[in-house]
């Protein structure tokens, strides 16, 4: 079953806006969460991570808020570009041994009109 | 320049033919994956190389095996392919030195089983 959840499927925004994409998992034992950012035709690629000792992770325009007691996350971004259209996975891991073994959900479509 | 290449980028094959989709790297990385990708699930992972010759099975490793008798090269193989396996490859690399623990990951492979 999907370990990892995510939600909405697509989320269309006006540019300007802030758009949130919200993530869930089930397994207490996730202690890191990267979200990756993947345009057509292409590999994912690393944006944006947190550890679960945190509750909140900013860099740049993108903000990921921690809730661990809910098991649940959410990417926030801010002042969306046309630039930021892409599909964005959440994922989710242990620590220690199985540190590389990423769980994803089924991603998030973002569409930014100009 | 930190890259990971795949090839082919497409190929076609019928029921019943052998696959073999290669991947390289050149950060020297230590730990690379395959995995797949379907519209809906996400990503899944396939399997795992944590180096030469020490590979360990993902989440859906049934019907592929892999190669790895150099750091630098990552093969997937379906022996006998199915129509079920037509799908998206992605391979990935990444290192357990790095402290950001991001997967590099190449511009996939089009597989389709007919």
């Known amino acids: 079953q999907q370990q990892v959840r995510q939600s909405p499927q697509s989320l269309t925004v006006w540019e300007g806006e802030t758009a949130i994409l919200n993530c869930s998992y089930e397994?207490?034992?996730?202690?890191?969460f990267p979200w990756y950012q993947q345009f057509p035709g292409e590999g994912p690629a690393l944006l944006i991570s947190?550890?679960?000792?945190?509750d909140k992770k900013e860099d740049g325009r993108f903000t990921i808020f921690f809730n661990k007691r809910e098991k649940k996350l959410s990417l926030h971004i801010t002042d969306s570009q046309p630039g930021d259209s892409a599909t964005y996975f959440c994922?989710?891991?242990?620590?220690?041994?199985?540190?590389?073994?990423?769980?994803f959900g089924a991603g998030t479509q973002l569409i930014v009109i100009p | 320049d930190m890259k990971v290449t795949q090839m082919p980028r497409y190929l076609i094959k019928r029921m019943g033919e052998n696959v073999l989709l290669e991947c390289g790297q050149d950060?020297?990385?230590?730990?690379m994956y395959w995995y797949r990708q379907d519209p809906g699930l996400g990503l899944q992972l396939i399997y795992i190389?944590?180096?030469?010759?020490?590979?360990s099975e993902g989440d859906i490793p049934k019907g592929y095996r892999v190669s790895r008798k150099k750091r630098e090269h990552f093969s997937l193989i379906l022996d006998s392919a199915k129509t079920n396996q037509t799908s998206v490859y992605f391979c990935?690399?990444?290192?357990?030195?790095?402290?950001?623990?991001?997967?590099?990951f190449g511009p996939g492979t089009r597989l389709t089983v007919l």
């Open positions: 990935a690399s990444s290192s357990p030195t790095e402290s950001s623990y991001e997967q590099y």
């Open positions: 397994d207490s034992t996730f202690n890191y």
């Open positions: 947190i550890r679960s000792v945190s």
């Open positions: 994922a989710a891991s242990a620590g220690g041994s199985a540190l590389g073994r990423l769980h």
């Open positions: 950060m020297s990385h230590e730990t």
């Open positions: 190389s944590y180096d030469v010759d020490s590979n």
